[in-house]
């Protein structure tokens, strides 16, 4: 059984930062792959970034190339996403999942064992 604690979301302007935290605990030794996945309201949830936490190769989709980054802690066991240069349409709750297939692309039905979620809203 895996158990995921998302922290850090909150609000702020466009153009800010944030910083989510996920703490795992549990039966995480079976997967090599963490991600940070995003739903926002009427739409489905889509993926943010994945890392191999093996090695730390990171991934991401397009939309958040070069404003969020994905990092780990092995020592604590968290990961971490660190987002800048927020946008509005980046308003979402914030998932983080333990990946269970051999890809650590953010693709949701790659990943499971969600955690309960952290909202992170943005305004212009």
């Known amino acids: 059984q895996v158990h995921l604690v998302e922290s850090g979301g909150g609000s702020v302007q466009a153009g800010g930062s944030l910083r989510l935290s996920c703490a795992a605990s549990?039966?995480?030794?079976?997967?090599?792959?963490m991600g940070w996945f995003r739903q926002a309201p009427g739409k489905e949830r889509e993926g943010v970034a994945g890392?191999?936490?093996?090695?730390?190769?990171?991934y991401y989709v397009d939309s958040v190339k070069g404003r969020f980054t994905i990092s780990q802690d092995n020592a604590k066991n968290t990961v971490y996403l660190q987002m800048n240069s927020l946008k509005p349409e980046d308003t979402a709750m914030y998932y983080c999942?333990?990946?269970?297939?051999?890809?650590?692309?953010?693709?949701?039905?790659?990943?499971?064992?969600w955690g309960q979620g952290a909202q992170v809203t943005v305004s212009s």
């Open positions: 999942a333990v990946g269970v297939k051999q890809s650590c692309y953010p693709h949701p039905p790659f990943f499971a064992y």
């Open positions: 890392i191999y936490t093996g090695g730390g190769s990171t």
């Open positions: 549990g039966n995480t030794y079976s997967s090599n792959c």
